[in-house]
Structure formats: C-alpha cells, structure tokens
C-alpha cells in the first residue's frame, strides 16, 4: 500500500492507484467536503426549484404591442391539417390550424407564410420568435398597424 499526498490530504492507494476501499479519489476527496457534496456527487438532484421563464411579454393577451412598430401574436398551433386557417381566437392565443407537417421547420414556414399573406404583410415582416418546437408559438410582425388592427385582421381571418 502507498501513501499519496495530494492537495486535498494524503490518501493511501494500492499499485494499481485505487483506493483499500474500493472507492475512487473523487469519493475520498468528497468525504473531506461532507456528505451533502458526497450525495450531490453520486448522480442526486438538488433540491432547488426549477426556474420560471418569464412571460413572452408582460403584457397579457393574443395580440400584444412588443415595442413600437412591432406587434407580437401568441399562437396555439395544430399542424398536419388540410388547409392553414384562423381557427379561433382566445383570451391567451390565435388558435391556428398548420395545412403543413411538424416535422423539419415545415409547419413554422407553412404559419409564417399563411400569416403573412393572409394579413397582406410581406412574408420579411413576420418572424417566428419563440416555440420553433412548440403548439405555444410567439410570432413577431414588423408593421405600421396598430395592435387592435391586427387583431381585428386575425378576427376577420376566423372561420365560422
């Protein structure tokens, strides 16, 4: 048996560099921590609550005014329909069906090109910005028209 120093402490190994116990360097260096390293170590969770993302704007609504002369849309989507349409419009978003597959980006660019024509907006001002793997999208539109406009626009795209 040998005795190593090291910088946490001398430690005692056998010819083959392990430790009598069994155990590696790692576990007697987090034995000299104490036991909370020791059990964070060994592949435990930590006891600390997941952090909450913040909201895609602190304002609440479907349609809302992100910054002046950009109005953003929260999006419920339902890819792999047969045509893309308005569906509904809720207290928390446009519900819009996909005429398009998930798979590969090609509902996002089906959504993106379907918003853009049905609002007579060139297909450069309108922006997915969050949920690119998501139902819960965010979509930027870069416009002169006010956030009530555009939601009138979504409102008459609703099919009854």
Do not use: W
């Amino acid at each position: 048996m040998l005795r190593v120093a090291t910088a946490e402490g001398a430690v005692d190994q056998n010819k083959h560099g392990a430790n009598p116990g069994g155990s590696n360097s790692n576990d007697v260096r987090l034995r000299k921590l104490g036991t909370s390293a020791a059990f964070m170590a060994k592949g435990k969770k930590s006891q600390t609550k997941p952090q909450e993302h913040p909201p895609a704007s602190n304002v609440a609504g479907a349609v809302f005014s992100k910054s002046a002369g950009i109005v953003g849309v929260r999006i419920h989507a339902k890819p792999g329909a047969k045509l893309s349409a308005v569906t509904g419009i809720g207290a928390e978003a446009v519900e819009v069906q996909i005429g398009a597959p998930p798979v590969d980006g090609e509902a996002n660019t089906e959504l993106v090109k379907y918003l853009a024509k049905a609002l007579d907006l060139r297909k450069s001002d309108v922006s997915l910005d969050r949920g690119s793997r998501s139902r819960e999208k965010v979509i930027l539109i870069e416009t002169k028209f006010s956030c009530e406009e555009i939601r009138e626009k979504i409102g008459a795209l609703v099919e009854t």
